[in-house]
């Protein structure tokens, strides 16, 4: 099973075939990230295909503590990584595996690569956050909606009336200002997000736009996945992490 993971699999899980289709919709939060996996479920289930979504903290073993953690704004960076590896782990055992070889389509709302680079904007090297979480599958598609901080930042505050204290890396001290530290967060984690597209083969979506226009060329990108006749792509190799000897600014 490790060409189908990004390093180690988890202890116990088969190793048979999963017929299913996993798709990953990436992006920060204002994006239109999970608009979009609402409106391609809908699209999906319309064409007669089996959905199951997931995301992040959707876990019922620890998503709960997850969210406490996170109120009391003193949560560790490395026990955030690993909290967060848990429910991931959870859910890949217990819903994303079983979903697949039901052959049902998963469409995740964010994966592993949000966590990886919040990890590494937060100190970790980027070879510790790819084994940390390294048991993760291979999607079929990743789709990457790109959009700038300054548009991300509208949209939060025309959303919430506020920006999120997390959102915002207000927990790395980089302004006592929360809209600087907001757009100087966001921006790193673009970066970190602009390596990630090539080194993982992201597929890029602009998402500065109109929903609809996002929506056409998400569905373009994902209607080859359901020809006739079905190839699996092959599986990449895990990208290697340049820069891993020295750790992202925090």
Same mark, same amino acid.
């Given at each position: 099973?490790?060409?189908?993971?990004?390093?180690?699999?988890?202890?116990?899980?088969?190793?048979?075939?999963?017929p299913?289709?996993l798709?990953?919709?990436?992006?920060?939060?204002?994006?239109?990230r999970?608009?979009?996996?609402?409106?391609?479920?809908?699209?999906?289930?319309?064409?007669?295909?089996?959905i199951?979504?997931?995301?992040?903290?959707?876990?019922?073993?620890?998503?709960?503590?997850?969210?406490?953690?996170?109120?009391?704004?003193?949560?560790a960076s490395?026990?955030?990584?690993?909290?967060?590896?848990?429910?991931?782990?959870?859910?890949?055992e217990?819903?994303i595996?079983?979903?697949?070889?039901?052959g049902?389509?998963?469409?995740?709302?964010?994966?592993?690569?949000?966590?990886?680079?919040?990890?590494?904007?937060?100190?970790?090297s980027?070879?510790?956050?790819?084994q940390?979480?390294?048991?993760a599958?291979?999607?079929?598609?990743?789709?990457?909606?790109?959009?700038?901080?300054?548009?991300?930042?509208?949209?939060?505050?025309?959303?919430?009336?506020?920006?999120?204290?997390w959102?915002?890396?207000m927990?790395?001290?980089?302004?006592?200002?929360?809209?600087?530290?907001f757009?100087?967060y966001q921006? &790193?984690?673009r #970066?970190?997000f *602009?390596?990630? !597209?090539?080194?993982?083969r992201?597929? @890029?979506?602009? $998402?500065?736009?109109?929903?609809?226009?996002v929506?056409a060329?998400?569905?373009?990108?994902?209607?080859?996945?359901?020809?006739?006749t079905? &190839?699996?792509? #092959?599986?990449? *190799?895990?990208? !290697?992490?340049?820069?891993?000897?020295? @750790?992202?600014? $925090?």
């Open positions: 099973m490790r060409d189908r993971t990004y390093g180690t699999p988890l202890p116990g899980v088969s190793d048979d075939p999963l299913g289709t798709i990953v919709i990436e992006g920060a939060d204002g994006s239109g999970t608009t979009e996996v609402a409106r391609l479920k809908e699209a999906l289930e319309i064409e007669g295909h089996a199951v979504d997931t995301g992040l903290r959707r876990s019922t073993l620890v998503s709960e503590r997850i969210d406490l953690a996170k109120r009391g704004h003193t949560l490395t026990t955030m990584a690993l909290l967060y590896a848990t429910d991931f782990a959870d859910q890949l217990n819903k595996i079983p979903a697949l070889a039901a049902s389509t998963v469409l995740a709302d964010r994966y592993i690569y949000t966590l990886t680079a919040r990890a590494v904007v937060r100190g970790a980027r070879q510790w956050a790819q940390l979480y390294g048991f599958l291979r999607p079929d598609l990743t789709i990457f909606l790109d959009a700038r901080p300054e548009i991300l930042m509208h949209r939060a505050i025309s959303k919430y009336g506020s920006l999120d204290y959102e915002s890396g927990d790395l001290s980089i302004s006592p200002d929360r809209f600087e530290s757009l100087e921006a &790193r984690l #970066r970190e *602009a390596w990630m !597209t090539e080194a993982y992201f597929s @890029t979506v602009d $998402a500065n736009r109109h929903p609809d226009q929506h060329d998400v569905w373009k990108l994902v209607l080859p996945l359901y020809a006739t079905k &190839r699996r792509r #092959r599986p990449l *190799a895990p990208p !290697t992490a340049r820069g891993d000897s020295t @750790t992202a600014s $925090a």
